[in-house]
């Protein structure tokens, strides 16, 4: 997995605004927050030899992933 070394302060900005929404519950917050986090973060996977850098691929992958891939 290669990631980026930093957000951008209007990244930050959108993350905090998402961790301030009352009407989602505390599950639904984290799990916007790890997506948020893994769509402005990874910029390439390379899973059983094949590298993917396309954010879509990555962010499905992502979705699909378990604790064992």
Sequence with gaps: L???QALSSATV???REEMGN???DVDDIWQRRTELLFERLAVG???AGLGLD???MLLGRYRMADSET
Aim: hydrophobic share 60%.
């Design 45 to 47: 996977w390379e899973i």
């Design 22 to 24: 009352q009407a989602a």
């Design 54 to 56: 396309d954010q879509a």
């Design 2 to 4: 290669v990631l980026r």
């Design 13 to 15: 900005r959108v993350i």
